[in-house]
């Protein structure tokens, strides 16, 4: 029996459609370095999604490596409670340096949910116990992703994801979010002045006193299609915030550690979060890790004697695991001693160049929007009306499977193609990866029936 046979007699992958695995079985991996990952047939593909947005810094960089086969020498694992370790100290030292001013307090879980979990229930634990105990809601942004735990699923609004479990849910604000692309306003994201803000204006004056937090992606909602909104949406959004005295929670665990083109993408805005949730690129795509950072203001709101019953009851087996942590931090010393980000800005322009030239003009391609590296190209079947395809159509779908005939890793979000590619790239890999997107697009979209929307 081969792996592939094996994997699917025993395997049922994430957010996948197992019936898909028949027509296109999963693909077995043997390495990977630096943006290429290898099938077990020696097949090349360019990971331009850095494997799930995850993989920051490349495929088995050798410096994260090291740093982890240093620790594992010394500390696999230890209970966080009562106990800590070098490792933890020293990235919380580190990430304190770069995070927006005031987050000064860290929580370890081990994934993206889980800090989102923690930063719903610190902030709704933080309300009761400051005098505040009818705010018990939270607002978030529609087509918001945050996650797909409970709570994570009950402030994210894509369908797709929380339909079914609705009735599980919690009952949330959810306020129209800036859609750049198909503006209602008939403005432009370079220049326009967020006249769409009063839809968060009219949700504050309604819902703000018995709101905790509000949850965002900051400037890009990811799983939506690489939506793209201005830094003054997020400037606004902190003054109503402060104004009506609910909690700002940033999820920066897609946006973190560059890939935006700036550390954090609040840096944009030049605002600080209550509470700021990161993962992901934390450990370079190594290792399962997340980390929930507060104010001391909110900290304080918890340290009390035991008997008063405030302490924040939450944990995690793996929390401030040492392996992950020593990935974090030779994330760090990376970021510190090579000149990532501005090599990658670089790239990203070089990187806007070539699909412009490529793409731009395309019957359907309604738009290339990008955010330092991450790029986004939103397919439509009316260049004009911007009217996209069906979504049963699987146009992106379709596209997928020619790219992946082509050695490349393009896992498209509805009729969005996207590149988050690790900020390593390089101007060369660029051209290879806009030619293999290229060419499978035309695989698929050179006929009639797609320019017509009948596929």
């Not at 600080?272 to 190594?286: A, F, Q, R, V």
Request: charged residues 20%; hydrophobic residues 35%.
């Amino acid at each position: 029996m081969s792996l592939v046979q094996k994997d699917l007699q025993y395997i049922w992958h994430p957010c996948s459609q197992m019936k898909d695995y028949e027509t296109l079985p999963p693909i077995v991996i043997d390495r990977g370095e630096g943006v290429y990952l290898y099938g077990e047939d020696g097949k090349e593909y360019i990971d331009i999604v850095s494997s799930w947005w995850c993989n920051l810094l490349g495929h088995c960089n050798p410096r994260i490596n090291e740093g982890i086969k240093a620790q594992l020498g010394r500390l696999e694992h230890v209970i966080f409670a009562n106990f800590t370790h070098e490792g933890a100290i020293r990235l919380c030292e580190q990430l304190a340096e770069i995070l927006p001013a005031g987050l000064t307090k860290f929580n370890f879980s081990d994934n993206g949910s889980a800090a989102v979990e923690c930063s719903l229930k610190m902030a709704f634990q933080y309300q009761n116990q400051t005098g505040h105990p009818e705010k018990t809601r939270f607002m978030c942004l529609s087509e918001g992703y945050h996650g797909e735990t409970l709570g994570a699923l009950s402030v994210g609004t894509l369908d797709l994801y929380a339909r079914l479990y609705r009735p599980m849910l919690m009952d949330t604000v959810r306020i129209q979010a800036p859609d750049c692309f198909r503006c209602p306003c008939g403005k432009c994201r370079d220049t326009c002045a967020c006249e769409c803000f009063s839809h968060a204006e009219r949700a504050f004056e309604r819902y703000a006193a018995e709101t905790c937090a509000i949850i965002v992606e900051p400037l890009l909602q990811g799983s939506a299609g690489m939506r793209i909104y201005p830094p003054l949406y997020l400037k606004k959004l902190r003054g109503l915030c402060d104004r009506y005295g609910v909690l700002l929670i940033a999820d920066e665990i897609a946006t973190g550690f560059g890939r935006t083109g700036k550390m954090f993408a609040c840096d944009h805005a030049g605002i600080s979060p209550d509470i700021l949730c990161m993962s992901k690129g934390l450990t370079g795509g190594y290792l399962p890790m997340a980390i929930t950072v507060t104010t001391d203001e909110i900290y304080r709101a918890f340290y009390a004697d035991y008997s008063e019953g405030k302490a924040f009851m939450h944990s995690h087996t793996y929390s401030g695991n040492p392996l992950g942590c020593a990935a974090a931090l030779a994330v760090q010393e990376i970021f510190r001693s090579e000149p990532i980000l501005e090599n990658a800005a670089g790239r990203a322009e070089y990187l806007t160049r070539k699909l412009n030239k490529a793409l731009k003009d395309h019957p359907n391609v309604g738009e290339i929007r990008h955010i330092g590296l991450i790029h986004a190209v939103e397919l439509v079947r009316d260049k004009n009306t911007k009217a996209g395809f069906d979504p049963g159509l699987r146009v992106g779908y379709q596209i997928y499977q020619k790219a992946l005939k082509r050695g490349l890793l393009l896992r498209p979000l509805g009729n969005v193609l996207y590149f988050n590619p690790p900020l390593i790239i390089t101007e060369e890999q660029i051209d290879c990866a806009v030619e293999r997107c290229a060419a499978a697009m035309d695989d698929i979209v050179s006929s009639k029936s797609f320019r017509t929307g009948r596929i």
